[in-house]
C-alpha cells in the first residue's frame, strides 16, 4: 500500500509539474487520449492547395459518418462523441477551413457555400461518393447547404443546433450581434468561463493554465475569426435558408438544446415544418452543444434514426 501511495504522489507531483510549467504538454496529453478512446486516428489529406487534417473511426469499409464542427471549433469537438459512433459507422471529422489546423488565410472566403463547396472537394479527396452528414452550428448551415447545392451525395443529414435559419424568436447572440457586438470573441483568459456558460447550460469547469491556452490560441487568429463570425451572421440572418428548406431531399434528424442562447429553439420548428418528413429531438437540459453536453443519449437518437437509412 506504501509503495502504491509512493507511485500515486509521484505521478500526481508530475501532473501538477506539467500542468504548472507544461500546459500545452498536458492539454495534448488530455486531448491524445480522448481520441485513443474514441478509437480516433489523426489523419490528412491534400484538398486542392490546402491540407486538410482530420480524424477518422471504425472500419474503413463502413458507411461513412462526415460530422463538422461549430465556429470557433476544431476535428475535436466529436471525440467525446466517437466512442457511441466508431465500431457501427466510419467516423471523419474534418478540420473545417479557416479552424484547427487546416489553413487559416483571411484573404479567402469562408461563406457558407465555399465552405459546402470545399466539403464537397474533401469527400472527393476521401473518394467517399455518398456519405451521412452530420454538423453543430456552423457545420449544421455547412450541412445544409450541402444538402441544397449536392444532394446527390447524400444518405442523410443530422443538424446538431444549427445555424442557417430564423426562428420566431431571437436568440441571445442575435440580439448582441443586432448591436455589433459578438459575443463568441474571449477578451482573456478568465473571459473563456463567460464563453462556455454562453455555449453550455451546464458548462465544464476549465482549468486556468487550458483557459489561458484557449485565450492565446483565440488571439492569434483573432481577425480572422472576427471575419467568419460577421460572414456567418450575415449568410444565417440576412440570408437564411428558411425559404429554401422545401427544396432538402435528404432524409433529417434535427437535434437541439432547450436553453441554446446562441440559436434559439424556435428554430426547431422552422427546420421541420420546411423539411418534410424531418424528425426532430429537443433535449430539455442542454445548451449549444447536445454532442458533448449529453454525448450518450444524441448518439442513441442518432443511431436510431442513422439505421433507418
Sequence with gaps: MEIFITVLGIIMVGLIALYVLFPRTLFGFFRDTLRKR???????IRVGDMIWPYLEGGSPDAEPLVLLHGFGGDKDNWAAYAPEIVGKYRLISPDLPGFGENVRDIDR????????????DFLD??????CHIGGNSMGGFVSLRFALDFPERLISMTLFNNAGV??????????????????????????????????????????GQFRKIFYEDFAV??????????????DGTVKPLNDQLGQVKTPTL???????QLIDVSCVDVLKNGIANAESVVFED?????????PKATARHHLEFLAKH
Design 254 to 260: 434535427i437535434i437541439w438544446g432547450r436553453h441554446d
Design 286 to 294: 442542454v445548451g449549444h452543444i447536445p454532442m458533448i453536453e449529453k
Design 125 to 130: 479527396a476521401m473518394g467517399i461518393e455518398k
Design 166 to 207: 430564423v426562428g420566431a424568436n431571437e436568440s441571445k447572440l442575435q440580439q448582441e450581434a443586432q448591436g455589433g457586438k459578438n459575443p463568441l470573441e474571449i477578451h482573456s483568459p478568465d473571459d473563456v468561463k463567460r464563453m462556455l456558460a454562453f455555449v453550455a447550460h451546464k458548462p465544464m469547469k476549465v482549468p
Design 38 to 44: 474514441g478509437k480516433l486516428t489523426v489523419k490528412s
Design 109 to 120: 472566403d469562408y461563406d457558407m457555400a465555399t465552405q459546402a463547396a470545399r466539403v464537397r
Design 221 to 234: 487568429h483573432r481577425d480572422l475569426l472576427d471575419k467568419i463570425f460577421w460572414t456567418l451572421v450575415e
